[in-house]
């Protein structure tokens, strides 16, 4: 098993340009997720899925959109980019929801210009 | 609010123990989480422990929680410099559930020769 992965390991952006962070795994985990980590603070969680089809907004997901049409991919957008989203992206899937199942991808680090 | 917090940094010397602290606010969390993250690379879950439990023990880890202080603390016993990483605890409000995880700062541990 590959776990999760995700693409690209990094970007470069201008403001206003869009993009779209992938995230897959093969785990067939029903439960993904979105989060940004900056310096100084916390992971905090942008959308979530709890399966394909539903998803649900996390604690900071302005300036963010998901989907989810396969229980593998769930892919983060960014329609608009802001010199606030420079972060560093962090998919993760866990079975049933399950925090202490919950598996990490390797990152996405984001520099929005 | 959820609130948890972390000091950001703690050095020690391969073979002593380390021990890092973390304190919350939310007296109704009901799991407590402490990961790992090498650079580079995402969170990887170290061990966990129920709110109704005061110690849990997992080979070189030693996880202590003080609920009447709110106070959680990670001791890894034998340090090598393997361990060397930040490391953040979390809590949950709600069972476990991934969507309802609230993270620490994160404590950069360094280990020395």
């Known amino acids: 098993n590959a776990g999760v992965t995700q693409t690209p390991k990094f970007q470069v952006l201008k403001t206003g340009q869009s993009m779209t962070l992938q995230c897959a795994q093969d785990m067939n985990h029903e439960y993904m997720s979105w989060y940004r980590q900056d310096p100084g603070m916390g992971l905090r969680l942008i959308h979530y899925s709890v399966g394909a089809g539903i998803t649900d907004q996390g604690e900071v997901p302005n300036g963010y959109n998901v989907s989810r049409s396969t229980t593998e991919d769930f892919p983060l957008r960014l329609l608009s980019a802001a010199p606030s989203q420079t972060s560093v992206y962090f998919c993760a899937s866990s079975f049933l929801r399950g925090a202490e199942t919950q598996y990490f991808g390797p990152g996405t680090r984001l520099l929005v210009l | 609010g959820e609130d948890v917090e972390q000091s950001l940094f703690l050095s020690v010397r391969e073979g002593d123990s380390s021990v890092i602290n973390c304190t919350y606010t939310?007296?109704?969390?009901?799991?407590l989480y402490w990961y790992k993250q090498e650079p580079g690379a995402g969170l990887q879950l170290l061990t966990y422990?129920?709110?109704?439990?005061d110690m849990k023990q997992d080979q070189r880890l030693t996880v202590l929680l003080n609920k009447k202080d709110k106070h959680l603390s990670l001791r890894i016993a034998d340090t090598q410099t393997g361990d060397s990483a930040i490391y953040f605890c979390?809590?949950?409000?709600?069972?476990?559930?991934?969507?309802?995880?609230?993270f620490g700062t994160g404590t950069r541990l360094q280990v020395t020769l």
């Open positions: 939310d007296s109704s969390s009901t799991y």
């Open positions: 979390a809590e949950s409000i709600e069972a476990g559930t991934a969507s309802k995880l609230t």
């Open positions: 422990i129920f709110s109704n439990m």
